[in-house]
């Protein structure tokens, strides 16, 4: 049994190929709900969507989000009434969205739609959102206060300097059903490569994931968001500077030695290895950059085998 | 000054005639909400939407109702998920109801979001919900119990037996601001041709409303639905013998008599024009059929000149 604690498009990639070498039965991703938000009524799951898509196949490719050849006639439709058309919802994706409203409003669980939405694309591996409560990530912007975590990402282009980060609500929240057991029977946990503070933290810290993950501290193996002292995709390289962090993989190491035993870093970096053992984690250099499914594949693989 | 309380498709038909021969700032329209369903979260208004479209120039004309040249992207992917598709929702009108929906949970009224969607469409009349308080219209369908308005009206197609009509949460409702006042106002009162039980009916059961149209009883005028003992679209004739009414001009002048002082009725009707004046109304006999723009125009003269 494997579990990865998921982001969006970057963990979205590794799980596609982790499931070209190892069957989806034996794959439970535990999902960030941090981001979503509610739009227009609507209950969009940003993180747990991009990983359906991607694994479908439905993805757009361009944007890694979002469905390949959408269409746009609801948000076009929106601009009469100077609508919010910031977050685009492209018009089969809004299907998604008003599904997951619906059952939610007939009082299914968030797990429970998650089920429904992956069994109807198909999907065999278990997607577990990291809550079914409601945990809002918050980021205070300079000069603006705080905001959620959309309208920093998407409405702000994530271009604006960030000078804190909280997850609303997680204090008093509680696991999915399943997600604290399906750590503790993992043989193997992956942190996937996405942004350690937005997209793992919340996981992190909804009460005992953390805990079970250290725990399994030997079995834990996480993949670098950072190469070459860069984020691939988003902000995650200057929020880890914002936040007072090293932007490198011995930045990463840093925050997830802890509860990690094993980082794999791009050969880009292959020179900060011993940096990056010297925080204590087991390092291993691979290529990282996961340009398509094979190269996917190929990097679960170093993961398996770390 | 003229006031319509107005249902859907006929009472959108008739105003689209009467704007065009009386300034569209003379005109109020008190529009039914009983219809009003939420879906996926979604707060759908019905009638005001074929008002809106339909004097915009933008409603389908095969329908009467949704948007011309309207797109099914969302409904066809929520077939994947085996969602709620019986209620057709268009890609563009989608749009309506996220606006709707963010500006009621941003706090603003139904009369305020209404106001800014008509003003986006370049409508120069004033459409008033009949509140801003929720009431359903529910139909008690023989041998099923109770179920709501538009899973009778569409889910059923309206092809079961009604043997009751309420309107939840009427009692406890106010007439949306300046319902009462512009009825007070009016020169004129027009209660367009709508059924008379769950599109009128909801309009007249709001508190005070069917008091002051009385009040005005000689400078209201209504126009029947029923032609020849049969609706021109909907379940009117069926809902009225169902619970007991005449489906026929006379029919529909016993239950206006109490507030209207007029009743119009197309000519295939004429020989009931006594029977009709019988009831304690004026019967003016014209063309009540709309089948064009300039045959609703006609008849919004007709109704003038009552």
Same mark, same amino acid.
Request: aromatic share 4%; with cysteine.
């Given at each position: 049994?494997?579990?990865?604690?998921?982001?969006?498009?970057?963990?979205?990639?590794?799980?596609?190929?982790?499931?070209?070498?190892?069957?989806?039965?034996?794959?439970?991703?535990?999902?960030?709900?941090?981001?979503? +938000?509610?739009?227009?009524?609507?209950?969009?799951?940003?993180?747990?969507?991009?990983?359906?898509?991607?694994?479908?196949?439905?993805?757009?490719?361009?944007?890694?989000?979002?469905?390949?050849?959408?269409?746009?006639?609801?948000?076009?439709?929106?601009?009469?009434?100077?609508?919010?058309?910031?977050?685009?919802?492209?018009?089969?994706?809004?299907?998604?969205?008003?599904?997951?409203?619906?059952?939610?409003?007939?009082?299914?669980?968030?797990?429970?739609?998650?089920?429904? +939405?992956?069994?109807?694309?198909?999907?065999?591996?278990?997607?577990?959102?990291?809550?079914?409560?409601?945990?809002?990530?918050?980021?205070?912007?300079?000069?603006?206060?705080?905001?959620?975590?959309?309208?920093?990402?998407?409405?702000?282009?994530?271009?604006?300097?960030?000078?804190?980060?909280?997850?609303?609500?997680?204090?008093?929240?509680?696991?999915?059903?399943?997600?604290?057991?399906?750590?503790?029977?993992?043989?193997?946990?992956?942190?996937?490569?996405?942004?350690?503070?937005?997209?793992?933290?919340?996981?992190?810290?909804?009460?005992?994931?953390?805990?079970?993950?250290?725990?399994?501290?030997?079995?834990?193996?996480?993949?670098?968001?950072?190469?070459?002292?860069?984020?691939?995709?988003?902000?995650?390289?200057?929020?880890?500077?914002?936040?007072?962090?090293?932007?490198?993989?011995?930045?990463?190491?840093?925050?997830?030695?802890?509860?990690?035993?094993?980082?794999? +870093?791009?050969?880009?970096?292959?020179?900060?290895?011993?940096?990056?053992?010297?925080?204590?984690?087991?390092?291993?250099?691979?290529?990282? +950059?996961?340009?398509?499914?094979?190269?996917?594949?190929?990097?679960?693989?170093?993961?398996?085998?770390?």
């Amino acid at each position: 049994m494997i579990v990865a604690l998921a982001g969006g498009v970057g963990a979205a990639r590794f799980l596609r190929g982790l499931l070209a070498v190892v069957p989806p039965d034996d794959v439970t991703a535990i999902v960030n709900t941090g981001d979503d +938000i509610t739009l227009h009524g609507l209950h969009i799951s940003p993180d747990l969507d991009t990983v359906t898509y991607t694994l479908a196949e439905a993805v757009n490719p361009e944007t890694g989000w979002g469905l390949v050849g959408e269409t746009w006639q609801a948000m076009d439709a929106l601009e009469r009434y100077r609508g919010a058309t910031w977050f685009r919802l492209g018009d089969r994706d809004l299907a998604t969205h008003l599904f997951r409203t619906q059952r939610l409003a007939d009082g299914a669980t968030l797990t429970e739609v998650t089920a429904e +939405i992956t069994s109807a694309w198909g999907l065999g591996l278990r997607l577990l959102p990291m809550s079914d409560d409601r945990i809002e990530t918050r980021v205070t912007v300079e000069g603006e206060g705080e905001i959620g975590f959309q309208e920093y990402f998407v409405g702000r282009a994530h271009s604006v300097p960030v000078t804190g980060v909280r997850f609303a609500g997680v204090e008093r929240s509680t696991p999915g059903p399943d997600v604290l057991r399906s750590i503790r029977s993992a043989d193997l946990v992956v942190i996937c490569p996405s942004n350690p503070i937005v997209s793992i933290g919340p996981i992190l810290a909804v009460p005992g994931v953390e805990h079970e993950v250290a725990a399994r501290r030997q079995r834990t193996v996480a993949i670098s968001p950072i190469v070459a002292g860069a984020a691939l995709k988003g902000p995650a390289d200057r929020m880890l500077t914002e936040l007072g962090h090293e932007s490198s993989v011995v930045g990463v190491a840093r925050l997830y030695a802890p509860f990690a035993g094993t980082l794999v +870093i791009d050969e880009a970096d292959a020179a900060k290895a011993r940096a990056v053992e010297d925080e204590g984690m087991t390092c291993v250099v691979a290529p990282t +950059i996961m340009s398509d499914r094979e190269k996917a594949a190929a990097l679960a693989k170093v993961v398996l085998g770390a």
